[in-house]
C-alpha cells in the first residue's frame, strides 16, 4: 500500500543553539589533597578547573552545595577537610584562561 510522497520539511532558519548557564562551586580543601582530585576529575572531567593545588572550581547544573559533596564523597566516611561554596559573583586578577572559563560555564559566552 502506498501512502504517497514523503513529506520534506524545509527549515528557513538553523535551530538556535542556546547555553545552559551552569553553577559554579568553590570546592576547597585544608591541605592538598590528590584523593579530592581524583574524584572532582571522574565526577566532573569536562567541568572542572584546578585553581591551586588545594582548590578547584567545577560546574554544574541545578544542584546544591550539599549535592556537590555528596557527588565528591564529601563527610563522615569520605573525603575530610573540604568546604563547598556556590559562587554568585566573582572579581579578582587571575589569567585569563580563568575568567573566560567562568564566562562560558555561566552562560556568558
Do not use: C
Request: charged share 15%.
Amino acid at each position: 500500500m502506498r501512502f504517497g510522497n514523503p513529506v520534506r520539511l524545509l527549515l528557513a532558519e538553523p535551530f538556535p543553539v542556546y547555553s545552559v548557564a551552569m553553577l559554579i562551586f568553590a570546592v576547597t580543601s585544608n591541605a592538598e589533597n590528590p584523593e579530592l582530585g581524583a574524584h572532582i576529575n571522574r565526577v566532573y572531567p569536562s567541568a572542572n578547573l584546578k585553581f591551586a593545588p588545594n582548590v578547584w572550581f567545577v560546574a554544574d547544573t541545578g544542584v546544591t552545595t550539599q549535592e556537590v559533596s555528596e557527588k565528591l564523597s564529601v563527610g563522615p566516611g569520605g573525603i575530610a577537610g573540604v568546604v563547598v561554596v556556590k559562587v554568585e559573583s566573582y572579581f579578582g586578577y587571575a589569567p585569563t584562561s580563568i575568567w573566560e572559563w567562568f564566562s562560558v560555564k555561566m552562560g556568558g559566552a
